[in-house]
């Protein structure tokens, strides 16, 4: 009869709780923050590293997916059959999938051997954060405790449901029996390789080295650490394989010789003095980085529904119209805006390719909201300079002033989370965006009548925008009849939002206008019938020109959230900006039964001041959001 002579503690059921998810999401973003932080650390560019990071993202977590299925389901899989609901997972996968993804792209996109040591340290935390949610699950649980430490599980977790089915443990156990912490062991296996990998974080190697010693301590460790783990908690080759009369688990055959291969690698590289490089940032190439955020979107085209879980969709899809963005705004600082609706076009597939599954109506009570955006317009700005004094040599100059004309193109897009009961009810949202762009700022010259001196423009200068705007919004129903509802937004905008001229005579002296605004809103009405609205710090002119706004709207009886409003538009009049008030008209409608909506905007004063935006919001409901 089995006995075990030492205490083991009971760990708690993970019935009513989400351990391994929880853990899961902090060990992804974890991951990724320092991942973000290790490239900015070694001057890489923003635009090929965070191409490089979602690929390599996505590989690895469908190769956690891929291996633990069965070769044969893979080509239903990746041509767009539904996944598992509930996929076993092995970090083997991931690893193998993430090499090859960062071998294939690497040069590619312009990255020396280096890149790959600046994943070691990273992924040897986030293993060891994602190890304390397998340790509190119970999933790849150990043997059969015979001494030394050991720990056992509640009721309903995978050791205690097991036991009892090999009839190891009664029905009216109040735990199971005592087994082997090997996801305590893994844990510390990873923590371990992380601090042999910061040791010798300044020793001298060829570029890759820490990534092959990172790579086969970990294999190696998982080989040694099969010996006690339970078949049955393996997710991928449990079962035993007899090959030259040597018994070993199906995966232990596959870790020892990549573990050998690994670590004999290394051995060589850092031997190898004559291909000891400097690690240099890579050059941007905006082409081969919108080539490459082409095929991901592809990739995940074919993928079916359940591929990637919320987070990792939400993560992706940040992370690829984040590239987009700013190759748009690059671009744009180019004033090569024709070129520049190329990456444009790439933001609207984010929203339509890269879905595992789209919200079918819109009465979603829960989802995430992508929002990828492009708008263009001009203004102007009068200056009046005072005439010539004469001086010693007597009269003065003639007075003149010159009008300045602002001509502006900004792209982006944003991200945001809705927890609403319906579309024209109780809402909360809150949300992110970032527009990036280029200002053209140029004038001619004018005499006091207002006729111009000059036939082109005298002189331009080009300045870069930026907005950071984020925001918070609530809706809510007045009365239990819902005839009246009300609605409110707080939010600000900082960054270079927007220029004036300030001074006449040179306008390479231009002064940022605004570097902060705010950003407020209020509504009250039936959206679906008829509202009053009222905006500050939403203007047509630039990014930073602070206005208010006032317009009417109406869903026209439409109770899926589509509407339509219009109204007038009053700019800051310290700016010197000819017309003050100007017309405008929105909406927002969606395209058929899809999870996609568009809001056009133009604004014009019907003579010098004119605008045309456009935003595309692709709704991915919440798990569990069935309304």
């Known amino acids: 009869m089995y006995s075990y002579p030492l205490p083991a503690p009971v760990l708690p059921s993970p019935h009513g709780h989400v351990y391994y998810t929880q853990f899961y999401m902090l060990a992804f973003a974890l991951g990724q923050a320092l991942l973000l932080w290790a490239g900015y650390r070694r001057g890489y560019a923003w635009r090929p590293w965070l191409v490089l990071l979602a690929a390599s993202t996505l590989a690895f977590i469908l190769g956690t997916k891929l291996i633990a299925l069965p070769l044969a389901d893979w080509p239903a899989i990746l041509a767009g059959q539904p996944w598992p609901t509930d996929p076993a997972r092995s970090v083997l996968g991931g690893a193998i999938a993430g090499t090859l993804a960062l ?180 050059l941007v190439q905006p082409a081969r980085n919108l080539v490459t955020v082409a095929g991901l979107l592809l990739l995940t085209a074919l993928l079916g529904p359940g591929a990637l879980t919320l987070p990792e969709v939400v993560s992706v899809k940040a992370t690829l119209l984040l590239v987009v963005g700013m190759e748009a705004a690059c671009l744009l600082r180019g004033y090569q805006p024709r070129v520049a609706y190329l990456p444009l076009a790439l933001v609207l597939l984010i929203g339509v390719l890269t879905s595992q599954k789209a919200a079918p109506d819109s009465t979603r009570n829960r989802y995430f909201t992508f929002s990828p955006a492009f708008m263009q317009g001009k203004y102007d700005q009068d200056l009046q300079e005072a005439a010539s004094s004469g001086g010693c040599s007597g009269g003065g100059g003639p007075a003149i002033r010159r009008a300045y004309y602002h001509r502006y193109q900004v792209a982006g897009g944003g991200i945001s989370y809705t927890d609403a009961d319906d579309p024209d009810g109780n809402r909360r949202l809150f949300g992110a965006e970032v527009l990036m762009g280029t ?88 959206r679906d019938r008829f509202f009053v609205q009222a905006d500050m710090g939403r203007s047509v002119n630039g990014l930073g020109t602070i206005g208010s706004t006032f317009s009417l709207g109406s869903g026209f009886g439409q109770t899926h959230g589509s509407f339509a409003q219009g109204g007038v538009a009053f700019d800051e009049a310290r700016l010197g900006i000819t017309q003050k008030a100007t017309a405008f008209v929105s909406g927002n409608v969606r395209l058929g039964n899809s999870g996609l909506w568009v809001e056009p905007y133009a604004a014009t004063s019907f003579s010098r001041t004119h605008r045309l935006s456009l935003r595309l919001h692709y709704r991915l409901p919440v798990q569990g959001s069935n309304r």
């Open 103 to 282: 071998l294939a792209l690497r040069r590619w996109l312009g990255f020396s051997w280096h890149v790959f040591d600046v994943f070691a340290l990273p992924m040897c935390l986030t293993l060891a954060v994602q190890g304390v949610g397998c340790l509190l699950t119970g999933c790849c649980f150990g043997e059969l405790a015979e001494a030394g430490p050991a720990i056992r599980y509640a009721p309903d977790t995978l050791p205690y449901l097991w036991q009892l089915q090999r009839g190891q443990l009664a029905a009216t156990a109040a735990a199971s029996l005592p087994v082997v912490p090997i996801q305590l062991y893994s844990l510390l296996l990873y923590v371990g390789v992380g601090v042999v990998v910061l040791a010798t974080r300044r020793r001298v190697w060829p570029g890759g080295s820490r990534y092959l010693l990172y790579l086969g301590l970990v294999l190696a460790g998982r080989f040694v650490l099969e010996y006690w783990r339970d078949p049955a908690g393996e997710q991928v080759g449990g079962a035993t394989l007899v090959l030259a009369g040597v018994a070993l688990k199906q995966v232990q055959w596959v870790l020892l010789p990549i573990a050998l291969t690994a670590l004999g690698w290394w051995t060589i590289r850092i031997r190898q003095l004559d291909q000891m490089t400097v690690a240099t940032p890579p």
């Open 439 to 526: 200002e053209r700022i140029g004038y001619r010259e004018l005499d006091l009548n207002g006729s111009f001196l000059t036939s082109d423009e005298t002189g331009h200068a080009n300045k870069s925008l930026f907005d950071l705007h984020l925001f918070a919004e609530r809706d809510r129903v007045l009365g239990n009849a819902g005839t009246l509802g009300i609605g409110y937004r707080l939010g600000f905008h900082a960054g270079n939002l927007g220029y004036r001229a300030d001074d006449a005579r040179d306008i390479t002296f231009t002064e940022r206008h605004m570097i902060l605004s705010p950003d407020l809103m209020l509504w009250i009405g039936r």
